[in-house]
């Protein structure tokens, strides 16, 4: 019943290129945020469009190249974290939408 | 139940999977990860809506300052990284690797904690407390909660370290580095979610 | 020392009620009583390594039963009260803060301390058995469950003579409960015991999925598990999605309270509707919490006793996965009457019916499998009978509810009371019934008399639909929830007449149930098949009661209803008759007991603000967390001639 699973078996040796990309991809996309916020380039929507878009992206980057998500259970570990996401957007959007009656 | 104990049963995989009880464990955190998205997203959910529930005190623009959060932010992301570095000599099976890059890891955890201290103390100074405003309360519980976290993580990766130190790198050790490894990781997927929905937002909105 | 005596007798004990001051000396008495006894009888030793200090899965499930019966009782003496004040118009035996203390607490402690701990009493004790293992993935964790159940449920209950019981309604609604309003312990008492008691809730469900996703028998993929596993599982999934949001609520309110913050406040931009929005997110989830349990006992006892396999395995799976799904979705309609909108209304109306579609499926498979079946009309497949058509009655009545415009009517009325105590008993509580008497035998070797069991049956349906149909009546006619009192000329009497005779009806049922269960004790038939019932999952192939390891060899389930196959294919003997090898089980532990004991204490600070004490407790659970990480829990092993011994006793040898 336990199928063995996959490991990244370059991690046992050489260099950590996961993690490295991952690092720098990271940062990137950290300042890529701020700099669409500071200059005030883009309209307000957009900008918070713009930076969500860009958390999302390092969000997945850092659980596929940090988190090993995809290791062994990654079936039901991807599963578990994909559904609670959906959940936190059910919860954030839903709340933010129920509460905005006008007061 | 007898595959469960620490005995590895396969030489060449990662240590912390060698055994059903450590899978299980990691498995099982996995799923305790889950659980905390949505206790984080509650937290998000009741800042984003009273953003503007400033109550004549002090608001996000008032208040939040780049090279501050900026500092903050590459600090834990710099952590996440090194700790990422550990996992790496974990497998490699070097405990002093590990050793060595979870103290780093350690010691950029603890300047983020210390530059958030001193953030809130400064808010506090300027008069923005957590019973100013809706807007102040969930500020601090949305922050405060994930500093909690991290100050948490803080003790577990020490109590992690000892161990490893004291016996060296085997199933139930890289086991439970891996996982204090994975709960330093979330923290600084929550944190993103943080720059940008609290620090981010703030300048915007 | 005036302020001293001032507190203790104002603020800390509760005076000045005679009804209170019976219940201190009963637990006065029964507290010496429980002592006396352990001692005259030499038990303690036996009470501290046999239960205090167990990770059996079976113990904890028997822990947690014992103490949802206590509960049921508390919970329904609470409704006995309510009911006898309405009886009859303009009853003010209990004043309005009285009658406000016991619907809260009888909401509470029937959600929160009965039924939950008794469906995971049944989740606990079945659900290994049925997959094959020998416990559940994290048997430590499972203790620590089931005692931060255990002191969450008494802290809250300490509330009625000690600081007073909360009064805010089980739903804890602000503004009402903030500190402006709501001064007191009472309300910190619902805020901490409940948060220390979902703290366990939660690593149970953690517990329950990785039990069930990596520990199941060889060949047992998931679409060969029993329905009260997948049950468990989906339920599992549910708790991990949707206590954290109550974590929160109840975290962010308690700070409202203790600290002066603005979450659910009146003032300052807080938004006392915040509150009920989280609140339900959690509360809409936590209803299919209680109910797909339910769903599963209820397959395997209809399968059981018509036997027959259940109609629609895979039917029955995706239901429940789709309610899972969308119960995140339809948590307004617990608020439509707040002020939310047409808009959001509407969405969260049109989800609410939707969710209906999957349990009617269910129902329809139910009643397939008992199409052209042979049935055993034992007591267990009453309690499941009954369930159909009284629950219909709740599911429908909730499509009523969920029509939007008409909520406005029924919304807080008589008519809801009905709908959810039609869904809640027929649902959940038949069930717990149906379970109780289905794997009696299995937890404690003998089975529960037949005949008082019918008796209490009849009786307490007869008694559930006389208290509760009314209601459905008087609801329409506006009388409102909540009220303590009402007056003679609205023509509401004759039905709260009814309805209280109804409830005390209920009351004796429940009597003879617990008179049931002392005289199976001394008299009950003994199981010595371990196969009472001619079952067809795998728990009936141990013996009653299970052994410790559950199961000497563990079996190779090559279809769905592995144990049923296994006897018709003439295979039972030849499993039995492997070779036996020693077996590695979990060591006790006191760790879970004390953690429990440390949180209690620093409950019993916080409700008090005694934030000193609070600080004291945390850090005396940190400290056994780290005792925890730095042990070697190595466990033990049963020898092969242990093994043996007991096979053998159990005649399987």
């Avoid at chain 3, 049935?375 to 509810?401: D, E, H, K």
Wanted: hydrophobic residues 55%; proline residues 4%; neutral net charge.
């Amino acid at each position: 019943m336990e199928k063995n699973q996959s490991f990244t078996h370059d991690d046992h040796h050489g260099f950590p290129w996961k993690h490295i990309i991952g690092f720098i991809l990271s940062l990137v996309l950290t300042f890529a945020a701020l700099f669409v916020v500071l200059s005030g380039a883009l309209p307000t929507t957009m900008t918070l469009a713009a930076i969500v878009v860009l958390a999302i992206f390092q969000v997945l980057v850092q659980l596929l190249m940090f988190m090993h998500l995809n290791e062994h259970e990654g079936a039901f570990q991807t599963i578990s974290m994909a559904f609670g996401f959906l959940i936190a957007l059910a919860v954030v959007a839903g709340s933010i939408w129920v509460m905005s009656f006008g007061m | 139940m007898s595959e469960t104990h620490a005995v590895a049963t396969e030489s060449r995989g990662p240590l912390e999977y060698a055994t059903k009880d450590g899978q299980m464990k990691i498995f099982g955190f996995w799923v305790f990860l889950g659980a905390e998205v949505v206790l984080f997203s509650c937290l998000f959910a009741v800042y984003l809506a009273y953003l503007h529930h400033t109550a004549g005190g002090p608001t996000a623009h008032d208040l939040y300052e780049v090279k501050g959060f900026l500092i903050e932010t590459l600090l834990l992301l710099t952590s996440s990284f090194t700790c990422g570095l550990g996992t790496h000599e974990l497998r490699r099976r070097n405990k002093a690797g590990v050793l060595a890059w979870l103290l780093i890891t350690l010691l950029f955890g603890l300047g983020f904690i210390g530059m958030e201290v001193k953030e809130f103390v400064d808010y506090v100074g300027e008069g923005a407390t957590l019973s100013t405003s809706a807007f102040l309360s969930s500020f601090y519980i949305l922050v405060g909660t994930h500093g909690a976290h991290v100050s948490l993580g803080i003790l577990w990766m020490i109590a992690v370290m000892i161990q490893l130190g004291l016996y060296g790198i085997n199933p139930v050790t890289a086991r439970k580095a891996f996982i204090v490894g994975l709960y330093w990781h979330f923290l600084d997927v929550v944190w993103v979610f943080i720059f940008t929905a609290v620090y981010l937002t703030g300048l915007v909105l | 020392m005036e302020n001293i005596k001032d507190f203790l007798l104002h603020d800390f004990f509760v005076t000045g009620e005679p009804m209170i001051y019976m219940a201190d000396v009963a637990i006065i008495l029964v507290s010496l009583a429980i002592v006396f006894v352990l001692t005259y009888f030499k038990k303690w030793k036996w009470l501290w390594k046999e239960w205090l200090t167990t990770v059996d899965h079976k113990k904890i499930g028997i822990m947690y039963i014992i103490a949802a019966l206590a509960m049921l009782f508390r919970g329904g003496a609470d409704g006995l009260l309510m009911r006898a004040q309405l009886a009859l118009p303009n009853l003010h035996f209990l004043n309005a803060q009285h009658y406000n203390e016991i619907f809260t607490t009888h909401g509470t402690i029937m959600i929160f301390f009965m039924a939950m701990p008794f469906l995971f009493g049944l989740i606990n004790v079945a659900m290994p058995l049925q997959i094959g293992a020998r416990d559940v993935a994290f048997p430590y964790l499972n203790a620590i469950s089931f005692w931060l159940f255990f002191f969450g449920a008494l802290l809250f209950n300490l509330s009625f003579v000690i600081g007073g019981s909360p009064d805010a309604g089980w739903t804890s609604y602000t503004p009402l409960a903030e500190k402006g309003l709501d001064p007191g312990v009472g309300e910190n008492y619902y805020l901490i015991g409940l948060q220390l008691s979902g703290i366990g809730t939660l690593a149970s469900g953690i517990n329950f999925i990785v039990t069930i996703l990596k520990m199941r028998a060889p060949g047992m993929t998931l679409m060969k598990m029993p329905m009260f596993t997948w049950a468990s599982l989906i339920t599992s999934v549910i708790i991990v999605f949707a206590f954290p949001v109550l974590t929160v609520a109840l975290a962010m309110l308690t700070i409202d309270r203790l600290f002066g913050a603005h979450f659910f406040t009146a003032d300052s931009g807080g938004m006392p509707m915040m509150w009920a929005n989280l609140f339900w997110i959690w509360g809409h989830p936590e209803v299919y919490i209680v109910i797909l349990p339910a769903f599963g006992i209820f397959s395997e006892v209809i399968s059981t006793f018509a036997g027959k396999k259940l109609f629609g395995y895979k039917a029955m799976v995706w239901s429940m996965i789709v309610i899972c799904v969308l119960s995140f979705f339809v948590w307004v309609h617990h608020f439509f009457a707040m002020g939310a909108g047409p808009a959001v209304n509407s969405f969260f109306g049109v989800s609410t019916m939707l969710i209906a579609i999957p349990t009617g499926v269910k129902i329809f498979n139910w009643l397939l499998t008992l199409y052209k079946a042979k049935i055993r009309f034992t007591t267990a497949n009453l309690w499941a009978l009954a369930f159909i058509p009284n629950f219909v009655i709740g599911g429908i009545t909730g499509v009523m509810l969920a029509v939007v415009p008409a909520d406005f009517q029924y919304h807080n009325s008589y008519f809801l009371i009905a709908h959810f105590h039609y869904v809640l008993i027929a649902g959940t509580v038949f069930a717990v019934f149906a379970g109780l008497h289905y794997w009696w035998p299995k937890m404690f070797g003998h089975m529960l008399n037949e005949r008082l069991g019918k008796w209490a049956f009849w009786i307490f349906v007869i008694g559930f639909n006389v208290c509760f149909l009314p209601m459905h009546f008087v609801g329409l006619m506006g009388m409102t929830r909540r009220l303590y009192t009402y007056p003679a000329d609205l023509g509401w009497t004759p039905w709260n007449f009814i309805e209280t005779i109804g409830a005390f009806a209920m009351g004796v049922a429940f009597i003879i149930m617990v008179y049931n269960i002392y005289w199976s004790a001394r008299y009950g038939e003994r199981d010595t098949t371990g196969d009472p019932w001619n079952g067809r999952t795998l728990e009936w192939a141990v013996s009653s009661p299970a052994p410790e390891y559950n199961f000497a060899t563990i079996p190779e389930v090559k279809s769905l209803d592995a144990f049923w196959e296994m006897k018709k294919n003439g295979e039972v003997e030849k499993w039995r008759k492997q070779p036996l090898e020693p077996i590695h089980m979990p060591d006790n532990s006191y760790r879970p007991f004390v953690i429990s004991v440390l949180f209690f204490i620093a409950g019993f600070g916080f409700v008090f603000e005694w934030l000193w004490l609070g600080v004291i407790g945390l850090i005396g659970v940190f400290l056994c967390l780290a005792l925890r990480s730095f042990e070697k829990d190595e466990g033990h092993h049963i020898p092969v001639e242990e093994i043996e011994r007991t096979e053998r006793a159990a005649g399987r040898l």
